[in-house]
């Protein structure tokens, strides 16, 4: 029962370094989102994607980008981290369909940037 | 755009008190609403979801009901655990968003001591 499976679950950089978050499921879901979650400000949407090959920004996509070439990898890159990415990341997945909203979450990735 | 308001934590109560957690919204058409819990360390997962006026989720002792004449889908449970400790996430998700992409309130705390 994988579900979810985010790597690294812990990452210090340097700014101004770059770095992939990589995000699998096996559930066979079409959607795949990325969060990040920061104190008193709940989970914020950074890309989402709908399918292999299909992409789109969330409300925060500044700083990052994603890519889906397969349905069950969802990898996020921070091209050159800044200390405001200092951070903890969700990916999470869901069926299309009537459950589309039902989102599973992975274990997070925390990211520090100094 | 849409929104969710959750009320601010952290709650603090001892075991067997009440709990409420109190959730409004702001949303176009009829959204599905969803209580989220991540436990310490932990992702977030589905506590509880409701997808139309009137309807009643429930899971764990946990309860919370749609209501669209006050915008509210307020969480409560009779008697709190000291295993209830967590962050608690009230979301909303569209059915006319793509991707399944939730939009999540700040999150409260909640706190329980033996």
């Known amino acids: 029962n994988a579900g979810v499976t985010q790597t690294p679950k812990f990452q210090v950089l340097k700014t101004g370094q770059s770095m992939t978050l990589q995000c699998a499921q096996d559930m066979n879901h079409e959607y795949m989102s990325w969060y990040r979650q920061d104190p008193g400000m709940g989970l914020r949407l950074i890309h989402y994607?709908?399918?292999?090959?299909?992409?789109d920004q969330g409300e925060v996509p500044n700083g990052y980008n994603v890519s889906r070439s397969t349905t069950e990898d969802f990898p996020l890159r921070l091209l050159s981290a800044a200390p405001s990415q200092t951070s903890v990341y969700f990916c999470?997945?869901?069926?299309?369909?009537?459950?589309?909203?039902?989102?599973?979450f992975g274990a997070g990735t925390r990211l520090s940037v100094l | 755009g849409d929104s969710v308001t959750q009320m601010e934590g952290p709650v603090t109560l001892s075991e067997e008190a009440f709990l409420t957690i109190n959730c409004t919204y702001t949303a176009t058409g009829y959204p599905s609403l969803f209580w989220y819990v991540q436990y310490p360390g932990e992702g977030l997962q589905l506590l509880l979801k409701a997808t139309k006026a009137d309807d009643k989720g429930s899971n764990k002792g946990f309860e919370a009901t749609y209501r669209k004449e006050t915008t509210s889908f307020h969480l409560e449970k009779g008697s709190v655990q000291v295993s209830d400790s967590a962050v608690y996430f009230c979301?909303?998700?569209?059915?006319?968003?793509?991707?399944?992409?939730?939009?999540f309130g700040q999150g409260t705390e909640l706190s329980v001591k033996p």
């Open positions: 999470a997945s869901s069926p299309s369909g009537t459950a589309k909203n039902i989102q599973y």
């Open positions: 979301a909303l998700g569209s059915i006319y968003n793509q991707g399944g992409k939730l939009i």
């Open positions: 994607s709908v399918g292999a090959g299909i992409t």
